[in-house]
């Protein structure tokens, strides 16, 4: 029968070969996302532990408003 020896999608091969690599790549990704997180995670730690939240220059102090 002629229509079985038909080829599949021409990007079926190629699919094929880099889903394995598209694994990978997501894996990496999703660690580098996390690492990301727990990097502001840690960095916004260390500023609230110095003076707590919101007491970056934008902080509105009302000690000094007479």
């Keep these: 029968d002629l229509a079985n020896l038909a080829p ?5 091969d190629l699919a094929r070969e880099l889903a394995g690599r598209y694994e990978r790549l997501e894996r990496e990704t999703d660690f580098c996302i996390a690492e ?4 502001r995670l840690k960095a916004s730690h260390d500023i609230s532990a110095l003076g707590g939240a919101g ?4 902080a509105d102090d009302d000690d000094d408003d007479e």
């Design 55 to 58: 007491a970056g220059p934008d």
């Design 36 to 39: 990301h997180v727990r990097e």
């Design 8 to 12: 599949r999608k021409p990007g079926f």
